[in-house]
């Protein structure tokens, strides 16, 4: 499961932006997930409350925000959004997408004290 691994780095992350911005606890993280970063929102938001115990992200909210990525159909050049990995082109069918932008995990919005 790396959605753990995933977590403890985003902790670290807010961990070092505390320091940088002197705040003392974070209240809610929202996360920018695109469907190249493969990772299951349940397995995430689980992940993150037992990465963050005992910091000062301790019982914040992790928020998940699925993102499209922009793909490019390789058979009928139609351009348009996928949700997922494994999505054909709503015009011919293809299954054969050039993936041109992905958000990946991106750190959005972080309320904090």
Do not use: N
Request: hydrophobic share 40%; aromatic share 4%.
């Amino acid at each position: 499961m790396h959605e753990l691994s995933l977590c403890r780095t985003l902790v670290g992350i807010l961990e070092t932006q505390a320091g940088r911005h002197h705040y003392r606890r974070v209240r809610r993280v929202e996360l920018r997930v695109g469907p190249q970063a493969m990772v299951e929102p349940g397995a995430m938001v689980f992940s993150f409350g037992v990465a963050s115990r005992g910091t000062l992200a301790e019982g914040a909210v992790l928020e998940i925000r699925p993102v499209p990525a922009r793909v490019v159909c390789l058979d009928c050049t139609q351009e348009g959004e996928a949700e997922k990995l494994a999505e054909a082109c709503p015009v011919c069918g293809s299954y054969r997408l050039l993936w041109e932008e992905d958000a990946g995990l991106r750190l959005g919005e972080i309320e904090v004290d």
